[in-house]
Structures are given as C-alpha cells and as structure tokens.
C-alpha cells in the first residue's frame, strides 16, 4: 500500500508564494501519474497539476502560470507543488493524488489559507 503525505500548507498572504510537498513510501519515478487536486470551502474536489512518465505537465487554467509541479529537489520519493502570487481563491485542501496502472492513492491533504 502506497502511503502520501502532504506538507507545507499554511497561512499566507495574496501575492505570497508557498511550496507544498507529497512524499510517498516509494520512488516516485515508479507512478505512472503524480497529481495534486484542492478542495476549496463548499466546492468539489478540483485538479489542479498533473506530471506524468516523461515529465509531462498539465495544469488548470486556474493555476497556470502560477503553480508548478516537479520532482526536482533530491528527495526520489516527494513531488513538489510551487505556487506563486497566491490569491483568496486559493484557498483550500490540497491532496496529493499517485497513480500506478489501476491503483490510486490518496493523501490526507494539507490546508492552504491565503487571506489578509
């Protein structure tokens, strides 16, 4: 059983930047598609940046622009969330989402606040 788990969520400011982390109990290289989705207050669950095998990207128009996501940083098993010039719409849980062939998985998520 793959084991997610998000950190870096926090209190910020709009305009300000935050980075998020999912580490996983693997080697990340192994995920056929690595994702991270929000959940903001009284909405459904969105995706929001996708990275798949070749690197790959895709994000929602939301977000592009302001948020990348990449597996750079020398840690194997996390996948990183960059997120730039936030703004109150932000807000939200941030999950981090793997998958493997027909398996996924999912964090527990970690609370972004972006407010003044």
């Known amino acids: 059983q793959v084991q997610l788990m998000e950190s870096g969520g926090g209190l910020v400011q709009p305009g300000e930047s935050l980075q998020l982390s999912c580490r996983a109990s693997?080697?990340?290289?192994?995920?056929?598609?690595m994702s991270w989705y929000r959940q903001g207050p009284g909405k459904e669950r969105e995706l929001l940046a996708s990275?798949?095998?070749?690197?790959?990207?895709?994000y929602a128009d939301c977000v592009k622009g302001r948020f990348l996501i990449s597996k750079v940083g020398g840690d194997k098993n996390t996948v990183y969330l960059q997120m730039n010039n936030l703004e109150p719409e932000d807000t939200g849980v941030y999950y981090c989402?793997?998958?493997?062939?027909?398996?996924?998985?999912w964090g527990q998520g970690t609370q972004v606040t972006v407010s003044s």
């Open positions: 989402h793997a998958k493997i062939l027909s398996r996924q998985f």
């Open positions: 693997e080697n990340v290289f192994n995920f056929n598609k």
């Open positions: 990275l798949t095998v070749g690197d790959t990207t895709n």
